[in-house]
């Protein structure tokens, strides 16, 4: 049973560079979210999809942040162009819905560490 | 507006002690509330959930916590600690947008 696949797990790239982090939720889950964790801030929502649909981007740090859900399969987290400061863990979760759709816990990736120099 | 407060930042035990992670919740919808661990380099796995349910929930690993509403409290237990519990524990609070909440978290040393 595979659960959210993240890729890369590593990622060294100068500032400037454009980054793409990716994300296969587990099949068959209708909502998708990315979060970055920093010592500094602990983990952040930056997005959640539902049904591939955007439904809060409130967390996302600035216009240099972008994130997509071409199908229910895939999603991307994008940086353009890419800071220091950007230097984090991003992670993606998945969670079924049913009826109560706040008590299904969320599934996680195991990460994409991002370092920018 | 919902948060949490987890109340020790680190948790130092002896193998085969028990281990007590406390966690005060603030909420103004009905909460979910869950306990996630998060080993090295790896994501966060979900220890247990409460749901309205039973207020003692059991979890994996031997993990269980209990919901206090009077306390708004949520605080992890094991009867006795493996050297495999060493990790980093989060208590997480779910809002009814399906927003969730962390902890700043609780590392937790276990010494042989």
């Known amino acids: 049973d595979a659960g959210v696949i993240q890729s890369p797990r590593h990622e060294v790239t100068e500032m400037g560079q454009e980054v793409t982090l990716r994300c296969k939720p587990i099949s068959g889950h209708d909502y998708l979210f990315w979060y970055r964790q920093t010592m500094m801030r602990g983990l952040e929502l930056l997005i959640y999809?539902?049904?591939?649909?955007?439904?809060?981007d409130s967390g996302m740090p600035e216009d240099r942040f972008s994130a997509k859900m071409p199908n229910a399969s895939f999603s991307t987290l994008k940086i353009q162009p890419s800071e220091p400061r950007d230097s984090a863990v991003y992670f993606c979760?998945?969670?079924?819905?049913?009826?109560?759709?706040?008590?299904?816990?969320?599934?996680f990736g195991d990460g994409t560490r991002l370092s920018i120099l | 507006a919902q948060s949490v407060t987890q109340l020790d930042s680190h948790v130092s035990v002896s193998e085969g002690t028990p281990v007590l992670l406390r966690c005060n919740y603030s909420?103004?919808?009905?909460?979910?509330l869950f306990w996630y661990v998060q080993h090295p380099n790896k994501g966060l796995q979900l220890l247990l959930k409460?749901?309205?349910?039973?207020?003692l929930v059991k979890g994996i690993n031997g993990f269980e916590a209990e919901f206090k509403k009077s306390e708004t409290s949520f605080h992890l237990t094991k009867p006795s600690a493996h050297m495999s519990d060493a990790a980093e524990y989060f208590c997480v609070v779910s809002d009814e947008n399906y927003k969730l909440s962390f902890g700043a978290g609780t590392t937790v040393t276990v010494r042989a």
């Open positions: 409460y749901t309205s349910a039973a207020t």
């Open positions: 909420s103004s919808y009905s909460p979910s």
């Open positions: 999809f539902n049904n591939n649909v955007p439904i809060d």
């Open positions: 979760a998945s969670s079924p819905s049913t009826g109560q759709f706040s008590n299904q816990p969320q599934h």
